[in-house]
């Protein structure tokens, strides 16, 4: 009798604990949808798109519209890069559901122009038409400025100016992106100001695209600085006429954008195989809370629950080894990437200061008198500038009492010219030479330390 009882109880307390864990899974389609932003934030990809998913079926079955349209929005959002198509298909479906249950005008204006978005985007890969583009993208800058949503009259005309500019009506662009940047807000004004620079580069306006892209203050954002440095590189070389030169530069630039975006795709390996890891984790610790509740009542059983309690904290150090493991390699490769890039940066610099016709007259006088014009002095340091992140116009604004010979001095000395060949432009001695550098490090600089040279101290700026 007391057998029969030991069973029953025990097995009352497995169909409870088996209703725990059904309601553990269970979850509302927000939850769903809140996971997988959280994922997509992280860069882990697959496993966004998957609950995306999941996110949609749960709102459709709960009839949860707000929802079910805004998770068929940033699941085309993930998809737009690796299927377009897919996007155009998914964000239609965004905006069927929208319209059958519309909520907030905001809303509204976002899904139109993000469906003109991934429209232009089916077009120019397939050459097609943009007039889908534009009806979307127009109907949404109706109702932003019917409503005055300036930030999204700012983000629709940003949009109707990429658009234009797919379709290469470059002065249609260019009025679009105007009137973006007449409306745009703080946070929206480098994409803005983006825009418009592209436009100017297009149309061959060289001194309005430096102008725009230096007024871009990239701040932490790693991948607008590079676009920034990157096209400034190329117009310093459209002016010199280097066009072949500017052909390697794009090419060396796509193939920094490859061990960028292969970088990225390691990283939602590296996030996916972290979420298994941290979904076997939580298995373990429901079962060792399992095994605690069922000591209580089963003695005899005390033995093998602490037995999978030490192999569950043993395969625990396990798995901690080999994440700690993983993360040393993942930490080696982004290093060696980065030296890669490094590399590539510092050749395409060293490229370009090379076939400067400055450097080739100092690089070919030898121990003659060299005599530079005034132009040829702001030639090179305007080069300087657009490949050194304008290293010498942040030392000019730094030190605005700086003399003009000091200025050049230190130019040369960027160049990576000889003592010898700087003396023999200000015709000086060597020695000479060597007291200047030490009298403008001390004087200027305000370095004493005489193992700090004056190189190292312009690396630094």
């Not at 949609?56 to 377009?84: F, K, V």
């Not at 249950?101 to 890969?125: C, K, S, W």
């Not at 203050?217 to 676009?227: G, K, N, R, S, T």
């Not at 037995?307 to 390699?329: G, S, T």
Request: charged residues 25%; proline residues 2%.
């Amino acid at each position: 009798m007391f057998r029969r009882s030991l069973y029953i109880f025990l097995i009352s307390i497995l169909m409870a604990a088996c209703s725990q864990q059904q309601e553990s899974d269970s979850q509302t389609a927000a939850r769903c949808l809140e996971e997988a932003e959280d994922a997509l934030a992280n860069d882990s990809i697959l496993q966004g798109e998957t609950l995306l998913r999941k996110a949609i079926q749960l709102s459709e079955a709960s009839e949860d519209w707000h929802t079910n349209y805004i998770a068929y929005h940033r699941l085309a959002e993930a998809l737009s890069q690796s299927n377009p198509e897919e996007a155009l298909q998914l964000m239609k479906k965004a905006l069927s559901v929208y319209e059958q249950h519309p909520d907030d005008e905001r809303n509204n204006v976002i899904l139109l122009d993000y469906a003109g978005t991934y429209a232009a985007q089916v077009a120019f890969t397939t050459e097609g038409t943009y007039d889908e583009a534009l009806n979307f993208i127009h109907h949404a800058y109706e109702i932003a400025e019917k409503e005055q949503m300036t930030d999204l009259m700012c983000q629709t005309l940003t949009s109707l100016a990429n658009i234009a500019w797919a379709a290469e009506d470059y002065r249609q662009a260019l009025d679009y992106a105007h009137r973006a940047e007449s409306v745009a807000t703080t946070d929206l004004k480098p994409g803005t100001l983006q825009v418009l620079a592209r436009t100017y580069l297009s149309l061959n306006m060289l001194d309005s695209a430096e102008t725009v892209y230096r007024q871009i203050e990239p701040e932490d954002d790693v991948h607008l600085a590079y676009i920034v440095q990157s096209n400034l590189a190329k117009i310093a070389l459209r002016r010199m006429g280097a066009t072949q030169v500017e052909d390697s530069v794009e090419e060396a630039f796509e193939q920094i954008e490859d061990f960028y975006y292969n970088a990225l795709d390691q990283k939602d390996q590296y996030y996916q195989e972290t979420l298994r890891q941290e979904m076997e984790n939580q298995q373990l610790e429901y079962r060792s809370k399992m095994y605690g509740r069922t000591l209580l009542i089963v003695i005899i059983a005390s033995v093998i629950i602490l037995l999978a309690v030490v192999m569950a904290l043993r395969y625990r150090i396990h798995l901690k080894e080999q994440e700690k493991r993983r993360l040393q390699q993942e930490a080696e490769h982004q290093k060696t990437l980065l030296h890669q890039t490094n590399e590539v940066v510092a050749f395409l610099q060293d490229f370009i200061l090379e076939r400067t016709e400055v450097l080739k007259k100092l690089n070919q006088s030898g121990d003659s008198l060299i005599t530079l014009k005034p132009h040829e002095w702001n030639e090179i340091e305007r080069t300087l500038n657009a490949i050194d992140n304008n290293r010498f116009a942040k030392i000019r604004e730094q030190y605005p009492n700086m003399q003009e010979d000091d200025i050049r001095l230190c130019i040369l000395t960027r160049l990576g010219l000889s003592n010898r060949t700087i003396g023999n432009i200000y015709c000086i001695t060597i020695s000479a030479v060597q007291h200047r550098k030490l009298k403008l490090k001390k004087d200027v600089f305000g370095e004493t330390n005489p193992d700090i040279t004056l190189e190292q101290i312009l690396n630094s700026r």
